[in-house]
């Protein structure tokens, strides 16, 4: 199994390399199965989005029927990296962010 380090370098590497347009890039999530597979979310904003702040208990003004969660940007674009235990990228999806 190779280390956590190298594991999000790979899978951020990977992405970016695919989307060269994203910006503003963000690890969200790292979970390594028992068989020592990496599942990695990163997260980033795409070219000519701008950044927009959700006051608590507030809407985002970019879409009113959206519903977001403190914390969570409507505008971010989530992809899950999956790899296997060498450090192979085995995958990259799309990652839903489901809010109540």
């Known amino acids: 199994m190779i280390p956590v380090q190298e594991a999000v370098r790979i899978a951020s590497d990977y992405v ?5 347009d994203g910006r503003d890039w963000r690890l ?13 979310t990163v997260s980033y904003l795409s070219a ?27 505008r971010r674009t989530f992809k899950s990296v999956e790899l296997d235990p060498q450090g192979k990228v085995k995958a990259v999806r799309i990652r839903p962010i489901v809010v109540g």
């Open 16 to 20: 970016k390399a695919l989307f060269p």
């Open 28 to 40: 969200e999530e790292v979970e390594v199965s028992d068989d020592g597979a990496w599942d990695i």
């Open 48 to 74: 000519g989005t701008g950044s927009v702040t959700t006051p608590l208990g507030k809407e985002p003004l970019v879409d009113p029927f959206r519903k977001t969660a403190i914390g969570i940007d409507p």
